[in-house]
């Protein structure tokens, strides 16, 4: 079976990131891909990844530092704005709440956690076990066209499930939106 066989694609799907919001000092979780949160607000953001490789290929600007969301190396409340770009979504579903603690506590009181990804349906066990959405990002900067891959196996995934995480911990949910297979979920600590 060839690798294309085994590609569900969600294709099309636009976002649009606005110039000026997000805060002064933004914590970006999984910084490394594309490094879209970094392109957009630069030396504003610490961008943190597991993966050194990843990070080095993203634009100059923000701070890089290798680092796992599960397990982050600053004290509690030290960032005004916290961001997760399409990165949930490869992160198992089993650590997703320990990330989001990890996020509350790093966030000042009022500060933001803004989380784009993506809707992922229930894996039905067929030749289609890899989960692609294609995106155009629309960046104060410019204009990208990417894909971000993962296995479908354990990963469905919506915007309810990720406002029930971060309700369950203390945040207030305070914007949604859906656009087609991809959300934006604003929470404030
Ligand atoms: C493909 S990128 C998502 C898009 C990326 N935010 C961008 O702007 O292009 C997902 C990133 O999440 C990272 N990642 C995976 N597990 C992680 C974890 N436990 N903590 C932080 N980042 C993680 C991956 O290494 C990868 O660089």
């Not at 982050?72 to 320990?98: C, G, P, Q, R, W």
């Not at 500060?111 to 066990?125: C, H, N, R, S």
Request: contains cysteine; aromatic residues 10%; hydrophobic residues 40%.
């Amino acid at each position: 079976m060839s690798q294309d066989e085994r590609i569900y694609v969600v294709g099309n799907q636009k976002i649009i990131i606005e110039e000026g919001s997000a805060g002064q000092r933004i914590l970006d979780i999984g910084g490394g891909g594309e490094g879209i949160i970094g392109l957009c607000y630069g030396n504003r953001v610490i961008a943190i990844d597991p993966r050194k490789d990843e990070l080095e290929e993203t634009p100059e600007g923000p701070l890089k530092i290798v680092m796992d969301a599960r397990e982050l190396s600053f004290l509690d409340n030290s960032f005004d704005a916290v961001t997760s770009f399409f990165t949930l979504m490869y992160i198992n579903k089993d650590d997703h709440e320990k990330v989001f603690k990890e996020i509350y506590r790093v966030l000042k009181d009022n500060g933001e956690f803004v989380l784009w990804d993506a809707t992922i349906p229930e894996y039905d066990g067929g030749i289609k076990d890899i989960f692609v959405i294609q995106l155009e990002i629309e960046t104060p900067i410019k204009v990208i066209k990417t894909g971000y891959g993962v296995s479908r196996k354990d990963k469905v995934q919506d915007i309810e499930y990720f406002t029930r995480i971060g309700e369950s911990i203390g945040f207030n949910v305070i914007k949604e939106e859906v656009r087609d297979k991809v959300f934006k979920i604003i929470f404030r600590k």
